[in-house]
């Protein structure tokens, strides 16, 4: 009995995840998209660490520290080197199987688009960090957080092509 509240709690984490996911790719403006990743990492952590997955849940916690730290020194490389060097310890401390591998990548790849890109290219590598969580999320048989990242990859690619059209409609304009 137990274990099915546990499993519900963890697959409410990741509905309420989906709901901040969206509201977030489907924006615009990085810094919005930026806050709104905050409050969905929460649930992402709180939910994989319910359903047992320690590296995820560390991981999650790491990329809110990540997202405020990318918004506070855009374009720094040595603080996304630290971030990347705190992941790898994290990851080697809670590392339980190879099934930890995707949050890993996933981590990866989000910190290097937060720091190293913005607008449409930040998009793809976030975009490619989602599709790796997707693979986290399917691994600990959380419903609620793989059509989280599902909808974040179609939505991420809806925004993209969105910013691509306002780009080339409005060159002078658009970032």
Not at 24 to 42: C, E, I, P, Y
Not at 81 to 93: E, G, K, N, P, R
Not at 112 to 120: D, E, H, P, S, W
Request: charged letters at 10%.
């Amino acid at each position: 009995m137990l274990e099915s509240y546990s499993t519900m709690a963890g697959q409410f984490f990741g509905l309420l995840s989906l709901a901040l996911c969206i509201m977030a790719f489907s924006n615009k403006q990085d810094d919005r998209l930026l806050v709104l990743l905050l409050s969905a990492n929460v649930a992402f952590s709180l939910q994989f660490m319910i359903l047992g997955s320690l590296t995820a849940a560390a991981l999650s916690l790491l990329v809110i520290a990540r997202i405020a730290f990318a918004r506070r020194y855009p374009g720094s490389k040595s603080v996304m080197a630290i971030i990347l060097a705190v992941s790898a310890i994290v990851s080697a401390f809670t590392w339980q199987s190879w099934a930890d591998l995707p949050a890993i990548v996933a981590m990866a790849l989000g910190t290097m688009g937060m720091f190293l890109f913005r607008g449409i290219p930040m998009r793809v590598f976030l975009g490619l960090a989602a599709l790796a969580w997707t693979f986290s999320h399917i691994l600990v048989g959380s419903v609620g957080g793989t059509l989280a990242e599902v909808l974040v990859v179609v939505t991420n690619a809806i925004t993209i092509y969105r910013l691509y059209r306002a780009k080339h409609r409005y060159p002078e304009v658009v970032d």
